[in-house]
T-cell receptor
C-alpha cells in the first residue's frame, strides 16, 4: 500500500516571502499522480497543483510550483510571494494509475500560517 | 452548477443512533467517494463507487454502509454511531478514474 508523509505539522511565512512544504511518499509503482490540495478554514478542498510521474518537468501554477524528485520519492510545494489568502491546511496526495477509481492517499497535512 | 453537495453540513448524534449522509453531484460523474478527515491523519477513504449500482470498500469501511442507486447520489450510512466516528466527512466525485476529483464542502459529525 502507498503511504504519504508530511513531516511538517505547521509552517509560517512572512507575507511576500517564499515557503516550501515537504512531502515524501512510498510506492513500488512507476506510474502515478501526485497532488497538492489546499483546505482553507471553509473546509473546501481546492486542487492547487498536479504532477504526473512520467513527466520530468516540474508542474507550475502561477505562484505555486513543485520540486518532484522521483528517485527520492519527494514532492515538495513552493509558494512564492506568499499572500494572506494562502493561509490554509495543505495536503499532499498520491493516486495510482492502476486499478479502479480515483482513490487518493493523503498525507496528514501541513498548516501554513502567513504573517503580515 | 452546484458541483458536489453534501447534506447535512453539521450533525450531532447520540451513541447508537443511525443516520445517512447524502452526497449529490450534478456533473454526470461516474466515480464517487466518501472520505473522513481526522486531525493528524489527513483524509482516509471509507467507500467508493465506480458507477451506478456499484460500491467498494476503501481503507476504513468498518461501521459504514453505502449505496449508489442513482448515478448522481452516493449515500453514506451509519447504522449505530460510535464516538470514534466523530469526524469531518467529505464526498468527492470524478468523471473517470483518472480525472480530477471534485470535493463537497464536508459534513462535521459529532457522536456523543
Amino acid at each position: 500500500a502507498q503511504t504519504v508523509t508530511q513531516s511538517q505539522p505547521e509552517m509560517s511565512v512572512q507575507e511576500a516571502e517564499t515557503v516550501t512544504l515537504s512531502c515524501t511518499y512510498d510506492t513500488s509503482e512507476s506510474d502515478y499522480y501526485l497532488f497538492w490540495y489546499k483546505q482553507p478554514p471553509s473546509r473546501q478542498m481546492i486542487l492547487v497543483i498536479r504532477q504526473e510521474a512520467y513527466k520530468q518537468q516540474n508542474a507550475t501554477e502561477n505562484r505555486f510550483s513543485v520540486n518532484f524528485q522521483k528517485a527520492a520519492k519527494s514532492f515538495s510545494l513552493k509558494i512564492s510571494d506568499s499572500q494572506l489568502g494562502d493561509a490554509a491546511m495543505y495536503f499532499c496526495a498520491y493516486r495510482s494509475r492502476q486499478g479502479w477509481g480515483n482513490k487518493l492517499v493523503f498525507g496528514a497535512g501541513t498548516i501554513l500560517r502567513v504573517k503580515s | 452548477n452546484a458541483g458536489v453537495t453534501q447534506t447535512p453540513k453539521f450533525r450531532v448524534l447520540k451513541t447508537g443512533q443511525s443516520m445517512t449522509l447524502l452526497c449529490a453531484q450534478d456533473m454526470n460523474h461516474e466515480y464517487m467517494y466518501w472520505y473522513r478527515q481526522d486531525p493528524g491523519m489527513g483524509l482516509r477513504l471509507i467507500h467508493y463507487s465506480v458507477g451506478e449500482g456499484t460500491t467498494a470498500k476503501g481503507e476504513v469501511p468498518d461501521g459504514y454502509n453505502v449505496s449508489r442507486l442513482k448515478k448522481q447520489n452516493f449515500l453514506l450510512g451509519l447504522e449505530s454511531a460510535a464516538p470514534s466516528q466523530t469526524s469531518v466527512y467529505f464526498c468527492a466525485s470524478s468523471l473517470q478514474g483518472d480525472t480530477e476529483a471534485f470535493f463537497g464542502q464536508g459534513t462535521r459529525l459529532t457522536v456523543v
